[in-house]
C-alpha cells in the first residue's frame, strides 16, 4: 500500500517536471517501455526487488537497458536509486502512463479475447468504444484463451461481456432454474 502511494507521488512528480519541460510525450514513451520490459522480464523485475544485488549495480544495468532513454526518465531512475525506492520503478512508470491519459483526456480500455486482435478489429472497437464513452481510447488486448471467443471489453467501471464462455454459462444457469 505504501508502495503505491510512492508510486503515484513519485508519478505525479515527473509529469509535473516533464510537462514543464514540454518532454511529457517522450517521457511517456519511455514509461510504457519501462513498464513493458520489466513486465516480460523476469530477471530485471527479480534484480530491482532484490536486496542483496546493490544499487550500484541496479542502476548500471538500467541505465544500460534504458540507454536511449529521455533526461527527465534517467533523472528519475537516478531519485529512486538514491532514495532506495528503485523497486517501485514498474508501478511509477504504469502509474505515469495513467496520469498522462487521464491529463491528455485518453481512456484506457481493455479488451480481452481468445486470439490477438487484427488491426481491422481494433478499429472497430476503438470506434465503438469512442462512440460508448465520447472519449480517445487506447486499447490493450489481453489474449485468454478461456473465454473460447467473442471479448470481453472493460473500459473504466463499464464491462460488455460478449464471450461465448460467458453466454455457455448463462445457459447453464438457465437449466439448473429450470
Known amino acids: 500500500m505504501a508502495g503505491a502511494r510512492a508510486a503515484i507521488r513519485y508519478a505525479k512528480a515527473v ?25 516480460e522480464s ?12 546493490s544499487s550500484l549495480i541496479k542502476k548500471t544495468i538500467l ?3 534504458f540507454k536511449n532513454a529521455n533526461k527527465t526518465t534517467s533523472s528519475l531512475i537516478d531519485t529512486l536509486i538514491s532514495n532506495n525506492r ?21 481512456e484506457l480500455a ?3 479475447t481468445a486470439v490477438a486482435l ?10 465503438k468504444a469512442k462512440e460508448l464513452i465520447g472519449k480517445d481510447i487506447e486499447v ?15 473500459i473504466g467501471d463499464i464491462q460488455y461481456n460478449a464471450s461465448i464462455s ?11 432454474l429450470n
Open 166 to 176: 460467458n453466454q455457455l454459462n448463462k445457459l447453464k444457469r438457465e437449466f439448473t
Open 86 to 106: 528503485i523497486d517501485i520503478l514498474g508501478d511509477v512508470a504504469q502509474k505515469y502512463n495513467q496520469l498522462f491519459d487521464e491529463s491528455k483526456g485518453i
Open 63 to 65: 541505465l544500460e537497458v
Open 140 to 154: 490493450e488486448n489481453i489474449i485468454d484463451e478461456s473465454i473460447i471467443g467473442g471479448f470481453i471489453l472493460r
Open 15 to 39: 509529469l509535473s517536471l516533464a510537462s514543464d519541460q514540454k518532454t511529457a510525450e517522450a517521457v511517456n514513451n519511455d514509461m510504457k517501455l519501462i513498464t513493458n520490459t520489466i513486465a
Open 118 to 127: 487484427s488491426g481491422d478489429l481494433k478499429k472497430k472497437v476503438l470506434a
Open 110 to 112: 481493455t479488451v480481452t
Open 42 to 53: 523476469k530477471d530485471l523485475n527479480d534484480a530491482l526487488k532484490s536486496p542483496v544485488v
